[in-house]
């Protein structure tokens, strides 16, 4: 269900799409996505990562977050309101233990609003 990648999240702001698709491809990552609303992501091989981080900080790019991480190879979505809920509480339960590391999951999470 999930594949061991590198993830390099550099913020859009003041950076041109193509140039850093190219930099980030010529530099050795697997692959590139601009879906994300304010932040591109670069998917390496986790071998290939430390190379890739360091090409890029080399040409000036900042990360907002860089590193090794599981990566889900589906997602499912959670219709139900309160399963929902349930949801965040137990990933919020678990972001609070101290004995917990890392927690890795495949839900496809909704967009929270904006509050103005």
């Known amino acids: 269900m999930f594949t061991k990648k590198g993830l390099i999240v550099i913020e ?27 932040v591109y992501e670069i998917y390496t091989e986790p071998e290939d990562f430390g190379a890739v981080m360091e090409a890029l900080e080399q040409k000036g790019y900042e990360f907002v977050s860089a590193d090794v991480s599981m990566i889900p190879s589906t997602y499912t979505k959670i ?11 137990l990933l919020d339960m678990l972001d609070d233990n101290d004995d917990v ?13 904006d509050e103005d």
């Open 12 to 38: 859009k702001e003041d950076n041109d799409e193509d140039k850093l698709m190219e930099d980030a491809l010529e530099a050795g990552a697997a692959d590139f996505s601009a879906e994300e609303a304010d």
């Open 79 to 89: 219709d139900d309101e309160e399963a929902a809920e349930k949801m965040q509480k």
């Open 101 to 113: 590391q890392n927690v890795y999951h495949n839900w496809d999470m909704p967009e929270e609003p």
